[in-house]
DNA sequence: GCGATATGTTACCCGTGGGTAATAAAAAGT
DNA sequence: ACTTTTTATTACCCACGGGTAACATATCGC
């Protein structure tokens, strides 16, 4: 079987064959192949000399896809984040108690952590993009927060969380959450499912206002790429924020 | 009032005044400054410089001291480290059931991670730093994650806390209260022992076998700095590890 | 007071790595 | 088949910042 199916970050440029695919497709590619690196060893560390040899090309070509490192690390961390917001708009769509859209958000954003492009969010630092860009990052992690929050708040309202510090309970959870992207990795004992599954239980138990009622079986449809990005990748190439850098 | 004495982080080279103070003193300066710039602005995006400026010296100057940035870095991160161990030395002194070592644990290492140095903790990248240092600081990472760990299992042994997978719960609390490091800001609405208070509840809760013996009033004395330092620093100027960098 | 040591300073080196021409070679359009 | 556009290459620039050498000046033991 071809490497190139197996492998998720196989470049699409193998020496001496067809280099013909489409250009979404290799700027993607790169973009796997960045997370991966500037997971494994560090925004900093990682060269655009190696993110192109990894790919088969070099450095220059990569400004045939973006304006430079900054923005291939915006668009890393944009792909987590539209990870998240698929997710909470699914559980948004549908309906159920505080408690069980919270321990459908856990369960969810448990399983993001465990995918490169989910962990980015939490292991970039914003202080590494553009000042717009930080900024935009900033809001979308604002965002997830407030989420959390109202999810417990609409909890307590309806009775089905008993009272607590909703900013505070949101921290923990949310902490405890992102601190996955931190040790997860893929070879480890953990299986994603596992992990999601605990942790749903553990960081929701004393929350409930009922000593938790059977198993969560709500499961969310597993993480999937919406295609809000497609509108935003046919702008690519143009100029890039003004007060920013 | 002088702003010496004020300022946490007040160099003891101010313009034109006696520069006869002890050199241990001008190196915990030097750390205390280099740690505040490294949590604001990031390690990477702090020059050698900046920090020399900040305490009215020049960047030779730092040379002096120690032998280069990253092991500053260290020294940083060895500071926090210190303030875990001393936190659990003293509940391992003190006795108690484990759900009590457990509570006592999350409410000092909560507070420690309001402090400068016990940040730098969790938010120092260890690859940053020597191949010697940097397993120095993952053993120390293990060791207190393995405490976490013991204590419950040792909560389950004595019936203080109920079944559950104690690697995972571990990662749940120790992850919470490490992503404090990452949101606390001095000049914020909560002050450390009002999180730290908090926290206790809300990550134990869930835990106890029994809803909850009334306030945890057990509080561990405030944070302070133990005298392990001392001998380690007579040893500076001396070699650096062998097969490190 | 006087040499030895500790602690600064100024001036410089140089490796690194992001970014940019200038140019070649495919693909695509007509 | 030809031009045009896209995509890639080779060769280069240069700012930045960690680290060092050579030198100046306190401070201290005696």
Redesign the interface.
């Known amino acids: 079987m071809d490497s190139r199916f197996t492998n998720p970050a196989a470049p699409p440029w193998l020496p001496f064959e067809s280099r013909r695919r489409a250009r979404d497709e290799k700027r993607e590619a790169v973009l796997r192949t960045a997370v991966q690196l500037f997971l494994e060893?560090?925004y900093?560390?990682v060269t655009l000399n190696e993110v192109a040899e990894r790919l088969n090309i070099t450095k220059p070509a990569l400004y045939n896809y973006f304006r430079g490192k900054d923005e291939i690390l915006f668009e890393c961390w944009s792909m987590g984040a539209e990870l998240v917001d698929s997710v909470i708009a699914e559980i948004d769509a549908g309906g159920g108690s505080g408690i069980v859209k919270l321990r459908k958000l856990v369960h969810a954003y448990a399983e993001v952590m465990a995918i490169d492009f989910g962990a980015s969010i939490v292991r970039f630092?914003v202080?590494?993009l553009t000042n717009r860009n930080a900024r935009i990052a900033r809001a979308a992690k604002k965002r997830i927060d407030a989420t959390f929050r109202a999810y417990i708040t609409a909890g307590i309202a309806d009775g089905s969380i008993k009272r607590?510090?909703a900013k505070?309970?949101a921290?923990?959870?949310?902490?405890?959450?992102?601190?996955?992207g931190?040790?997860y990795q893929r070879d480890g004992a953990?299986s994603p499912g596992e992990?999601a599954d605990?942790?749903t239980v553990?960081?929701t138990?004393?929350l409930a206002a009922k000593p938790a009622q059977g198993h969560t079986t709500t499961k969310t449809a597993p993480v999937a790429r919406t295609a809000t990005r497609e509108a935003r990748r046919k702008a690519t190439g143009k100029k890039r924020g003004g007060a920013s850098r």
Chains 1, 2 share one sequence.
């Open positions: 060893q560090g900093h560390r630092d202080r590494d607590c510090d505070l309970a921290f923990a959870i949310a902490g405890s959450l992102n601190w996955i931190h040790w953990l992990i605990e942790f553990r960081l138990e004393g």
